[in-house]
């Protein structure tokens, strides 16, 4: 079963005015379709079809730079529709878990949104900003290039990621032209923080109660 491009969760122009309808059109409807539709010409007759997508990631450097770069792309790209929502924005309630984690991990909301914003800012050309759990549910916030992710055994630093910003122009060019930094402060008006603290419930089942 080839992979599926998802539908989005709400029409191209729900995220108005922080993300444009006319860049969601094209960056749903022509680059995520172009990464499923290379991922599934990649993996065609190969072992990998008919594996989970988290799987293929976890063991990306012992196939093809077009299995990592469009297998990344249709990856990246679902999760980043997922944890964004018309409804979303502000901080999470204080009775979510991501909520106590954040404030756990890095002191505060505040301190979580300027490390965050410092990691979508400085990611040099095109990549992603995230925010992950590890292994002993800990948080922590990284950045990697092109389509990676820290799903893959090539990322700097692995976990599982449950909050991602796509960083690549085409996420933001048409909208803010240069202006990343605020596109990246958009973006904290539209976070869908019911998704994002059930990512994080789900990342360590077996972990302690907050
Ligand atoms: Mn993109």
Known sequence: MAFQLPDLPYAYDA????VDARTMEIHHSKHHNGYTNKLNAAIEGTELEGMKIEDILANVSKYSMGVRNNGGGFYNHKLFWEIMSPDGGGEPSERMNIHKAIVRDF???ENFKKE????AGTRFGSGWAWLCVDSNDHLFVTSTPN???PLMDVAEQQGTPILGLDVWEHAYYLNYQNRRPDYVSAFFNVIN???????????NPGASDL
């Open 15 to 18: 995220l108005e005015p922080h």
């Open 107 to 109: 002191g505060s909301f």
């Open 116 to 119: 965050f914003s410092a990691a």
């Open 147 to 149: 389509q990676d992710n």
């Open 193 to 203: 923080w019911h998704e994002v603290t059930e990512r994080y419930n789900n990342a």
